[in-house]
T-cell receptor
Framework: EDQVTQSPEALRLQEGESSSLNCSYTVSGLRGLFWYRQDPGKGPEFLFT???AGEEKEKERLKATLTKKESFLHITAPKPEDSATYLC?????????????FGQGTTLQVKP | KAGVTQTPRYLIKTRGQQVTLSCSPISGHRSVSWYQQTPGQGLQFLFE???????NKGNFPGRFSGRQFSNSRSEMNVSTLELGDSALYLC???????????FGSGTRLTVV
């Protein structure tokens, strides 16, 4: 069964304190792994797509990496505006579907 | 470029009633997916449509249904509402079936 597990559930950081969020997955044939950011009361906002092990992508203070079993979202020198819930999702390569299987998310709070 | 538009943003319904939610995808996007988000279960896949055809359905009762029109706009319907149907319902669109999806802001449904 396809499954996505994110850790930790919640993370509190001081402004400038770098850290990483983890996303472990099991899926039958990975088409892509997606990272989204969600603010309270809003829909998820797309951040990155990773397709194969070894791939890395960066955007401002965020960097996503992918291995065969997990992905990391590294946050360098975070600011309070980075506070949000970060969601990881996988998409199967087979079955001609766009279905996303989401983890429970990591809620990040960055204090000034 | 307009994003994914969901209407209404908020709804309050009584148990036993039915409700219809609407989603207008990004112009040119032909794939539309629906998700239910609750604090306990996270984001759960409901169904997806491509070119007016339902391509995949999640593990939800038959009370949940949807459709897609020729202009790619989509609606989902929930009949005989239960208290447990209270959730944020999210619509997402993509140019193709698969790949990255852009989410709308959601419809917050409260069943009393």
């Amino acid at each position: 069964e396809d499954q996505v597990t994110q850790s930790p559930e919640a993370l509190r950081l001081q402004e400038g304190e770098s850290s990483s969020l983890n996303c472990s997955y099991t899926v039958s044939g990975l088409r892509g792994l997606f990272w989204y950011r969600q603010d309270p009361g809003k829909g998820p906002e797309f951040l990155f797509t990773l397709y194969s092990a070894g791939e890395e992508k960066e955007k401002e203070r965020l960097k996503a990496t992918l291995t065969k079993k997990e992905s990391f979202l590294h946050i360098t020198a975070p600011k309070p505006e980075d506070s949000a819930t970060y969601l990881c999702a996988v998409q199967r390569g087979s079955g001609n579907t766009g279905k996303l299987i989401f983890g429970q998310g990591t809620t990040l709070q960055v204090k000034p | 470029k307009a994003g994914v538009t969901q209407t209404p943003r908020y709804l309050i319904k009584t148990r036993g009633q039915q409700v219809t939610l609407s989603c207008s995808p990004i112009s040119g996007h032909r794939s539309v997916s629906w998700y239910q988000q609750t604090p306990g279960q996270g984001l759960q896949f409901l169904f997806e449509y491509f070119s007016e055809t339902q391509r995949n359905k999640g593990n939800f009762p038959g009370r949940f249904s949807g459709r897609q029109f020729s202009n790619s706009r989509s609606e989902m319907n929930v009949s005989t509402l239960e208290l447990g149907d209270s959730a944020l319902y999210l619509c997402a669109s993509s140019p193709i079936l698969g790949g990255g999806y852009t989410f709308g802001s959601g419809t917050r449904l409260t069943v009393v």
